[in-house]
């Protein structure tokens, strides 16, 4: 029995990471025609996931333009996934997470009557702006969609509080820990950009984007990890500075020219991993890495005043610091200097899964594919 199509967008390099192990499970079901659809609106960074975990995209929009702004995504994702979803006339199509390519993909699936699976669903910080834009971008995704895979029993109860109805809810684990633990080896041999960073030493992984951290607040950041690198001679900072100029100006400014920090391009997926893997500390104010790293052990420092992922502060995998120095500072001092509150948040157990969360996404879209066509 011929079950449909499903297809899959994305279009930055966070959800092709969590996305490729759903591809990867839908793939295995020879009853369901797989398409994979990517927007491209961040480009190198989407390039290195592909090719890592082998995916070929059927469509590609390639939006990524100089100085794009957030009209200019939503508005190319629009009209590009009209003219895609009116060809192949998808059963179901699966969006992940908070991204304006999620949003901007669920609305043309919505305007043409095609049902929308939103994959890590029912993540809010109930602050419209922050983060922004994904907290509405993921809220509004909320609403047009109609199968919601929620990655912990928190993100299902939001949802619920929204009045999602249950039956449409579905709590499977974050997919990001499934592409995570087959990725890390402990073997890995890094490549030779990395060979002048002593993993020997207690190495402090950073990552800062976050719009609403730009200007002052990355500026407190950077200086409390001077701060810290000042105070412990056996702390090195490993710093993949993201593309953005707003981001890599102010990085190069304060940090470029100070000993034991290594500056460095945004690396491939299977290198960071292993990076994270081998790492003391984690601070960041992405999102993701709140997942990842607590499944390698790793405690994790979130430079922003919110969090969508409560589920890790309460577990203790994580600690907000938000961006000032100070705290920053005393947080990341604390867990250099006591081993029993490293050892505390290293070992707390992480909420987001057991890496088996694609597989049960994949049955449940072709559950309701099957429905669907028994139906017709």
Known sequence: MHLGKVMV??????????????????????????????????????????????????????????KQDLFTITAGVLGGMKTILEKEQPDLVLVHGDTTTTFAAALAAFYLRIPVGHVEAGLRTRNKYSPFPEEINRTLTGRLAELHFAPTDTSRDNLLAESTAQFKIWVTGNTVIDALLDTVRDDYSFAPELAEIDLHKRILLVTTHRRENWGEPMRQIYQALIDLVDEFPDVEVVFPVHKNPVVRDVALEMLGQKERFHLIEPLDYEPFANLMNRCYLVLTDSGGLQEEAPSLGKPVLVLRDTTERPEAVQAGTVKLTGTNRQRIYQAAYTLLSDPTAYEKMARAI???????AARRIAKVATDFLYVRVGAS
């Open 9 to 66: 967008v994305f279009g930055t390099r966070p959800e092709a990471i969590k996305m490729a192990p759903v591809i990867k499970e839908l793939k295995k079901v020879k009853d369901i025609n797989t398409i994979v659809c990517v927007t491209a609106q961040h480009r190198e960074m989407l390039d290195q996931v592909l090719t890592l975990f082998k995916i070929k995209p059927d469509y590609d929009l390639d939006l990524m333009k100089e």
């Open 350 to 356: 992480n909420p987001y899964g057991d890496g088996k």
